[in-house]
């Protein structure tokens, strides 16, 4: 690269971060690596390369040109030093804690997160010897009273899924590091992508991301990135890549990915604005009970969203006055939002969050999560936005 890139704008990063030279050939788009080894020039690079005396590419499951213009271009995105691409968000969640972590260490984690990574640290972790402390981090008292002098990781989404309650990153990463500096501050930036919010400038360690989502945003891919200090984002793909969790994302996806991020700040616009309008005409109707959206001024964590994140982010979550079977009768009526987990894509996903993506939660664990069992979750696309609301209106008017 002729520029240095670190003092351009982010849409710039976004389409340039990551470039593959590839002399005498020249393309613009990036040409896909799809191979499984790289042919060494003689006996003493193979020994070179895996003494780590001398960079260069080995074997895909440790490093292929396209997976590394994914983690440079996240990494730039997110001001990280480094970043790395696998290949799920639980691939990259699972790679960085047990990167991490050892049997007898102790996580602090938010009592709302992803069902997968709850079940990480209810079901998994524990039979290594592990355990890990639920609690509310919208509180700071509560974060306080669950450190432990072999707390190792202090786990975050912000906002959360799918209550999206927001936590004050850098009022959080202060307290834990006060306690100890050597506890790494994990959030997971999934919900907000890069746009709208960087944790590591307000104090984080590590970022993780589903990159299924938003970054790659085109709901065909499944995938993940951890981004942080060059020295750590080494030990992920050292260790828990290369030894532990093998979750190494294929050439041709990590083309896609890339290809998918050149267009993260328009669609990330996108996506907030149709929300923004979507939430308020929720708000506004007499069968919508309640709606959970950073952008609405009556938004309890409001003043945190303002200092945190530069847009409020196109999740919604709602819920109807109405019985159990008449919201199914809801979801099931529309014609434009698919009905589907995941999020992030162009299209408009709705979900049932106690029956689907959380239904690793016990009833007590839903309720001191905030999740009811009518709530429904809308990941808003990029359609236009009348057609959406009118999707949403005919399905309220026929309960
Ligand atoms: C989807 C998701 C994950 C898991 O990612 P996969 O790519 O499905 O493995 C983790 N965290 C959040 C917030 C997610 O939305």
Redesign the pocket.
């Known amino acids: 690269m002729k520029h240095d890139l670190s003092k351009k704008g982010f849409a710039t990063r976004q389409i340039h971060a990551g470039h593959i030279e590839v002399p005498g050939i020249n393309p613009l788009a990036t040409p896909i690596f799809q191979t499984s080894t790289f042919v060494f020039e003689n006996a003493a690079q193979g020994a070179a390369r895996f003494a780590k005396k001398e960079k260069g590419y080995i074997y895909t499951r440790l490093g292929n040109p396209n997976q590394d213009q994914v983690g440079a271009k996240v990494a730039a995105l997110e001001n990280a030093e480094a970043g790395i691409v696998l290949s799920?968000?639980?691939?990259a969640?699972s790679t960085c804690f047990w990167t991490i972590l050892e049997s007898g260490d102790h996580v602090v984690a938010n009592d709302t997160l992803?069902g997968?990574?709850y079940s990480f640290l209810t079901k998994a972790f524990p039979r290594y010897g592990g355990e890990a402390t639920f609690t509310d981090l919208t509180n700071l008292e509560n974060l306080k009273s669950s450190l432990r002098s072999n707390t190792k990781l202090v786990f975050f989404?912000t906002p959360a899924?799918p209550n999206l309650n927001v936590i004050d990153i850098e009022a959080v990463a202060e307290t834990v590091h006060a306690f100890d500096k050597n506890i790494k501050v994990v959030v997971?930036n999934?919900?907000c992508t890069p746009y709208i919010q960087r944790p590591l400038d307000l104090g984080a360690d590590v970022v993780v991301h589903?990159?299924?989502?938003y970054l790659n945003g085109h709901g065909d891919v499944?995938?993940?990135m951890i981004c942080g200090k060059a020295d750590f984002i080494e030990k992920c793909r050292s260790f828990g890549l290369s030894f532990v969790t093998g979750a190494s994302l294929s050439p041709f996806d990590s083309f896609l990915i890339s290809r998918g991020l050149k267009t993260l700040d328009i669609r990330m616009e996108k996506h907030c604005s149709n929300a923004i309008a979507i939430a308020e005409f929720l708000e506004g109707h007499e069968k919508v009970n309640k709606v959970y959206y950073p952008g609405l001024p009556d938004f309890p964590g409001r003043e945190i969203v303002k200092k945190q994140m530069k847009l409020p982010g196109a999740m919604i979550s709602f819920e109807l006055n109405a019985s159990k079977a008449k919201s199914e009768a809801f979801i099931n009526s529309l014609e434009l939002c698919a009905l589907a987990v995941?999020?992030g894509d162009t299209e408009t996903l709705i979900q049932h969050p106690a029956s689907m993506t959380h239904n690793s939660y016990s009833k007590q664990a839903l309720s001191e999560a905030g999740i009811t069992e009518s709530m429904i979750r809308l990941s808003i696309g990029l359609e236009t936005v009348d057609d959406l609301i009118e999707d949403l209106k005919d399905g309220l008017e026929k309960i």
């Open positions: 799920s968000g639980m691939g969640i992803y997968a990574t989404e899924n997971d999934t919900f589903s990159g299924t989502k499944i995938s993940g995941s999020l």
